[in-house]
């Protein structure tokens, strides 16, 4: 048996993960009752990610924020930049793809115990608050953005701490990395579970019924994931991206497509980072950060869903108009949890632009519920990714610099 498994942790996640799916969906068209215990790991595998992503971000923050030397460049300004434009382009390339090819929606019933968000000022209202949240209540309610601010300031306080507490926090660090490591390992089961769930819950009528808006919203994050980044990149590095495109949607994107969450896929960014050779001030921070903010695929996701309820509806949408749901979907992407399922609730928000009803804007939501396993995943995959990717391309293009003034010196002396 233990040979057997040593052989089995040798094959490569991704492959692992395609037999989990594989076994997923062949329980639950031949045995979906006699196996129904099967669900459970799927419900086991998602809680451990959420229980330990958390705790994670917490130690990985702080511990790269107290370690760093003073006086040390690190590359965040560019790649915050990135960041917020990557968003922002996702929402616009998500309007205009939305009125090019329009999509109405069969709307259903649910989700309608959730509150959502009222406007904006709300939302913004809301972003501070969780700034500035307890921190134990942050780690229990995957609260990102207020586990970023106490991880930011912690570290600063701790900056000037001993070197033997700074080993400590670094031994904490690597310690909650292992153990997701080891929660990840066990991805093929947690999947298998998830898939089985997913077909006998709903089937595959659902997604047959939602079959065009699933085309839209994949499609708008394949442009982003090929197109867009892709040439943002190239603007920054000068030089073929694809190579690089490619390794990151292969070895991050995937594993996230399947974990759905931005936050428990950081160790695997982090080890991609290493294995790129960027600088580990730089991607320790931006990594954890590019989980909590870094949204593209949310953004898309905000805006699809929005201008097919305005579609169903027949509301007429002004330039405009469109162009500020590109920004309220840029900044509430943001403001998306970093767990699966984040961006839905924020969709109430952006529909509040064009006086939609708060209890049509929840049956938008449960629709979002219903494709969540084609969307979400999809989704994660984009915005993880892309924390490595533009982190790359910041390094990539600050080297390119520092090599030209490393040229142009010599011959000015």
């Known amino acids: 048996m233990k ?6 942790n040798q094959i490569s996640l991704v492959k692992r993960i395609v037999v ?22 799927g419900s086991l595998f998602v809680g451990a990610l959420k229980a330990v992503a958390p705790v994670l ?13 003073s006086g040390k460049k690190t590359n965040m300004k560019s ?8 968003t922002f382009l996702a929402g616009a390339v998500a309007v205009v793809a939305s009125f090019m090819f329009p999509v109405t929606l069969t709307l259903t019933t649910g989700a309608k115990d959730i509150a959502p968000p009222e406007g904006i000022v709300e939302v913004i209202q809301t972003l501070l608050f969780n700034l500035v949240s307890n921190p134990v209540d942050a780690i229990i309610n995957a609260n990102y953005l207020g586990i970023l601010m106490w991880a930011v300031v912690l570290g600063l ?14 031994s904490f660090s690597d310690a909650i990395t292992k153990v997701v490591q080891w929660v990840i390992n066990l991805a093929p089961l947690g999947i298998m579970g998830l898939v ?18 699933i085309l839209i919203l994949v499609g708008c ?32 994107g995937i594993t996230a497509f399947f974990t759905r969450s931005s936050a428990a896929n950081i160790p695997v960014n982090m080890k991609l980072c290493e294995k790129l050779g960027l600088d580990e001030d730089t991607y320790a921070v931006s990594i954890p950060l590019g989980a909590t903010i870094n949204m593209a695929g949310a953004a898309v996701t905000i805006a699809v869903l ?32 970093g767990v699966a399922g984040g961006s839905l609730l924020l969709i109430p928000l952006a529909c509040s632009l064009f006086g939609v009803p708060a209890d049509i804007a929840m049956q938008v939501v449960g629709v979002g519920f219903i494709i969540g396993v084609v969307q979400d995943s999809c989704e994660t995959a984009l915005n993880s990714s892309s924390d490595v990717l533009f982190t790359a391309a910041a390094e990539e293009a600050r080297e390119r610099k520092e090599s030209k003034v490393s040229k142009v010196s010599p011959a000015n002396s």
């Open 157 to 170: 306080a701790l900056k000037s701490a001993s070197q033997n507490t700074k080993d400590m926090l670094g």
């Open 79 to 86: 790649i915050l930049f990135l960041y917020l434009l990557g």
């Open 20 to 41: 989990g799916i594989i076994v997923g969906v062949i329980l639950a068209l031949t045995l979906p009752n006699a196996v129904s215990g099967v669900t459970i790991l």
């Open 306 to 337: 929005t201008l097919a309820t305005v579609h169903t509806l027949g509301i007429e949408v002004d330039f405009v108009t469109a162009l500020l749901l590109s920004v309220v979907a840029a900044i509430s992407a943001a403001g998306a949890s």
């Open 196 to 213: 089985f769930d997913a077909i006998v819950t709903s089937g595959f009528s659902a997604l047959v019924e939602y079959g065009r808006l």
């Open 57 to 69: 971000v917490l130690f990985l923050v702080m511990h790269a924020i107290a370690g760093h030397k």
């Open 3 to 8: 040979n057997l498994l040593i052989k089995w």
């Open 221 to 252: 994050m394949l442009f982003i994931a090929l197109v867009v980044h892709p040439l943002l990149v190239f603007i920054y590095t000068r030089k073929n991206p694809y190579p690089l495109v490619f390794m990151v949607l292969r070895e991050s």
